[in-house]
């Protein structure tokens, strides 16, 4: 194999499929592989009293080498944000079209990190050591390079949502488990005071007995405003010179190349995407739903879908997931709101719709300031809460109802390091990462449901033990998706 060069770009002529194949081979078998790396890692250091002054670290050095897949728009706000905790190295860049104008600026301030095409090649190769992906592609992507990378024996952060179907995210909360690696999803606000205050206040019995929560999100951002009659997919136009349009598709059934597939408008299509449910739900419900122990739903219900297309998602959409039981807790509905006015009734003394300071700008700019910013309000049997998305806190209302509980609300907990850092302190062996697919993977079965039934527009019941849809048999297979392409099969074992 010839030797990497750092500023080349790296494409493989035939897909190491085999590679992959072998190192999933061992993988599966009694014997663990240690990754070289952790044969050098750092011990402990302990002062004469016996506290430990130094954690032990499980890479060589202070900093995490990382290989970074999808580095345009997103991927590219991600890769900065692990720049600036001066815990990391960015040793190898990854991307299907790595001369649009959209990855230059990454690559230009990189520029001594290796350069792929092809990710199979990035994790096949052996002259490009490093410690850990960072995987920022399109949601239906994730899944195949999610699961090479824990294959090779690599922790991963991947972009949210975890994966587009039901069973990608099963399949990767099995890998997980399976291979022991650190994983991380990347809904941010989990590791801001958004998570550490919900835990403290449902651990204080500050909030109890919840049985309906309303999530609204009704930015423009990601409405696409096709014309919903629709029938097909669009023409077929040029493939940019720059772009590998067949690896761009992965597992997905082939399309010919359109603009309105390629880059933020993937989003939009049921096929690639995950709608504005996959794209802000992490951000909203993430710690309610960890937190409440809420699980899978029962029932998925499909209130309001305008514009229902079976291509492409609505213009406005309204769900119910109705939760059981659990343990001492009652049932919960949650109410998704998306579109532009397709807002939930507010409740008296509401206030103010703040946004929160921490939402990543779009790739045309910030996201624009609306009567009613993104963002949950909690209803339980005494109180009710209203919070924004990320990691923005919850407040009482109405404020006499605050004013009333100020002093019995308890200290919240500072966060030791931001969702970044806290995946790169993970892969050292400093901390725990506050995401792992086993608590983000059943959240993001939750919007696979919810958008099964967009598609399907129908409602929908699932048996949470069996992990099936009763009432709909092409929902219910298609909680699978549609078979991959040929030559991509074997990332569905685990």
């Not at 998704?336 to 009734?345: A, T």
């Not at 099936?468 to 092409?474: C, Q, R």
Request: proline share 5%; glycine share 8%; aromatic share 10%.
């Amino acid at each position: 194999m010839k030797k990497v060069e750092s500023n080349k770009d790296q494409s493989f002529q035939e897909p190491t499929r085999r590679g992959f194949l072998k190192k999933g081979a061992l993988a599966l078998g009694a014997i663990h592989i240690i990754p070289s790396h952790v044969l050098f890692s750092k011990p402990e250091i302990r002062n004469k009293a016996g506290e430990i002054v130094q954690m032990a670290s499980k890479v060589p050095s202070d900093r995490v080498n990382l290989a970074c897949i999808g580095i345009g728009n997103r991927g590219e706000q991600v890769i900065n944000d692990f720049d600036r905790t001066g815990l990391s190295n960015v040793v190898a860049l990854c991307d299907v079209d790595m001369g649009a104008s959209h990855t230059r600026a990454i690559v230009e301030k990189h520029k001594k990190a290796a350069r792929f095409t092809d990710f199979r090649a990035l994790f096949d190769q052996n002259e490009v050591q490093f410690d850990a992906a960072v995987i920022c592609t399109p949601d239906f992507s994730h899944f195949p390079i999610t699961m090479h990378a824990l294959k090779s024996g690599k922790p991963v952060y991947v972009e949210k949502p975890l994966a587009r179907t039901f069973q990608e995210n099963e399949l990767l909360m099995q890998a997980a488990q399976k291979y022991g690696l650190v994983t991380q999803m990347g809904n941010q606000g989990h590791s801001e005071a958004n998570s550490f205050q919900f835990k403290a206040w449902k651990d204080a019995g500050i909030i109890k007995d919840v049985t309906s929560i309303a999530c609204h999100m009704n930015s423009r951002r990601r409405w696409h405003g096709w014309d919903t009659s629709m029938s097909s997919f669009p023409k077929s136009e040029p493939i940019p010179e720059t772009l590998d349009w067949d690896l761009w598709l992965t597992t997905a059934e082939h399309h010919d190349f359109n603009k309105d597939f390629a880059n933020g408008q993937w989003r939009c299509w049921y096929e690639f995407g995950m709608g504005a449910l996959g794209d802000w739900g992490a951000h909203i419900m993430d710690s309610f739903h960890r937190y409440l122990e809420l699980g899978l739903p029962e029932e998925i219900n499909a209130v309001k879908l305008d514009g229902h297309n079976p291509l492409f998602f609505p213009q406005a959409t309204t769900l119910d997931f109705k939760f059981p039981k659990r343990k001492e807790m009652p049932a919960v509905t949650v109410t998704w709101y998306d579109g532009l006015e397709n807002l939930p009734i507010l409740p008296e003394g509401y206030g103010v719709s703040e946004l929160s300071a921490d939402i990543p700008a779009a790739g045309t700019g910030q996201i624009e300031q609306r009567t009613l910013n993104p963002g949950k309000i909690i209803y339980s049997k005494e109180l009710t809460f209203k919070g924004g998305s990320h990691g923005s806190t919850l407040s009482i209302i109405p404020e006499e109802a605050a004013n009333d509980m100020k002093s019995s609300l308890p200290e919240v907990p500072k966060s030791s390091s931001n969702h970044f850092a806290n995946f790169l302190l993970a892969v050292k062996g400093e901390e725990e990462t506050r995401s792992p697919f086993e608590v983000t993977g059943p959240l993001s079965q939750v919007f696979s449901l919810g958008v099964l039934a967009q598609q399907m527009n129908a409602n929908l019941k699932f048996d949470r033990e069996k992990k099936v849809i009763t009432n709909h048999d092409l929902a219910n297979q298609l909680l699978n998706g549609t078979p991959p392409r040929k030559g991509w099969e074997e990332y569905y074992k685990v």
